[in-house]
Nanobody, 119 residues
Framework: QVQLRESGGGLVQDGGSLRLSCAAS????????LGWFRQAPGEERELVAA????????YYADSVKGRFTISRDMARNMMYLQMNSLKPEDTALYYC????????????WGQGTQVTVSS
């Protein structure tokens, strides 16, 4: 089973950028649908972006379209989330997750990385 570990979170000013990384082990990223979720205090967890294979396609939440870019590196077994034009409302704990293709639910989760955007 795949294990996931996020990195790259931190504190950034309004309008700044961050790149989150998700390292996968115990499985190959090409075998899974991969997603980035976030959860702010008192809020429900939401899917921010996802990337599919066969053929490759992506999904973005309306709130991040045009600002965030999801990508994967098959050779390095990594997934990334490039976040530009960050806003204070992007502040949350960000998780990477994976599910089997055709599955409804994300089954594998990282531990999360905090992103804080100051105004």
């Amino acid at each position: 089973q795949v294990q996931l570990r996020e990195s790259g979170g931190g504190l950034v000013q309004d309008g700044g950028s961050l790149r989150l990384s998700c390292a996968a082990s115990g499985g190959t990223v090409s075998n899974y649908v991969l997603g980035w979720f976030r959860q702010a205090p008192g809020e429900e967890r939401e899917l921010v972006a996802a990337i599919y294979v066969g053929p490759t396609s992506t999904y973005y939440a309306d709130s991040v379209k045009g600002r965030f870019t999801i990508s994967r590196d098959m050779a390095r077994n990594m997934m990334y989330l490039q976040m530009n034009s960050l806003k204070p409302e992007d502040t949350a704990l960000y998780y990477c997750a994976a599910k089997f293709r055709g599955s409804q639910d994300y089954r594998f989760w990282g531990q999360g990385t905090q992103v804080t955007v100051s105004s």
